[in-house]
């Protein structure tokens, strides 16, 4: 029974260079934090599995390996994402400025099915940074912006010190595997009443 809960979900985590996407990653699956700048991790995605409830989930996290500077992250990068991380660095304005760049980019590049509801999930980087004093972007501010596309979730984070990461990837696992049933439950209902044959409803994942 156990296999028939696990899901596998791909997650895209996107924003400027230099903002501590890889750093975030990093510290999530290996719990080590590197100050040394590397713009390429030489792999497409790092894979951490979690426990929600009764069920085993892998997050797929997608990175890029330095290519966000050109903008140039193909097709395969965004295709079948289930959930798009947006990163910004909260002592850089310019970071915070180009969210909307990487919220259409995303949009454009993914083309999701329902892109009013697609989860999107804003992590505000480098709190830790000189105590907060050098921060340029408010909290408020940061709301403000999720607010106005319709964004339910900020995280603020330093991958540095690692402070809010795993609570932010798990309710981004948390919140994959609630639209993934609500899925599975909308595809149920509309086959049952599309079909009347008793061919018993596909329970593509398991979960
Ligand atoms: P990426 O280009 O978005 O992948 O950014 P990186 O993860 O390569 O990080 C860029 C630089 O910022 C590196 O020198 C990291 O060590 C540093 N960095 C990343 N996250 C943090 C953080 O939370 N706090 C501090 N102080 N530095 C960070
Ligand atoms: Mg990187």
């Known amino acids: 029974m156990a296999s028939r809960r696990r899901c596998?979900?791909?997650?895209?985590?996107?924003?400027?260079?230099?903002?501590?996407?890889?750093?975030?990653?990093?510290?999530?699956?290996t719990k080590r934090f590197s100050s040394q700048y590397k713009s390429t991790i030489g792999a497409d995605f790092m894979t951490k599995e979690l426990q929600v409830d009764d069920?085993?989930?892998?997050?797929?996290?997608?990175?890029?390996?330095?290519?966000?500077?050109?903008q140039s992250l193909g097709v395969a990068f965004y295709r079948g994402a289930d959930c798009c991380v947006l990163v910004y660095d909260v002592n850089m304005l310019k970071s915070f400025e180009d969210l909307d760049n990487w919220y259409?980019?995303?949009?454009?590049?993914?083309?999701?099915?329902?892109?009013?509801?697609?989860?999107?999930?804003?992590?505000?980087?480098?709190?830790d940074v000189d105590g907060g004093n050098s921060r340029v972007v408010s909290e408020k501010k940061a709301n403000q912006w999720c607010?106005?596309?319709?964004?339910?979730?900020y995280f603020e984070t330093s991958a540095k010190e690692d402070i809010n990461i795993d609570a932010a990837f798990l309710a981004?696992?948390?919140?994959?595997?609630k639209n993934h049933s609500e899925l599975a439950q909308?595809?149920?209902?509309?086959?049952?009443?599309?079909?009347?044959?008793?061919?018993p409803p596909r329970d593509f994942c398991g979960c």
């Open 147 to 153: 607010a106005s596309k319709g964004i339910m979730h």
């Open 104 to 127: 259409l980019e995303f949009l454009n590049q993914a083309s999701p099915a329902d892109p009013d509801n697609f989860p999107f999930f804003l992590v505000g980087n480098k709190i």
């Open 186 to 199: 909308s595809i149920y209902i509309s086959g049952v009443e599309a079909a009347s044959e008793a061919e």
């Open 172 to 177: 981004i696992a948390k919140n994959s595997v």
């Open 8 to 29: 596998l979900f791909k997650v895209i985590v996107l924003g400027d260079s230099g903002v501590g996407k890889t750093s975030l990653l990093n510290q999530y699956v």
């Open 55 to 70: 069920r085993l989930v892998t997050l797929q996290i997608w990175d890029t390996a330095g290519q966000e500077r050109f």
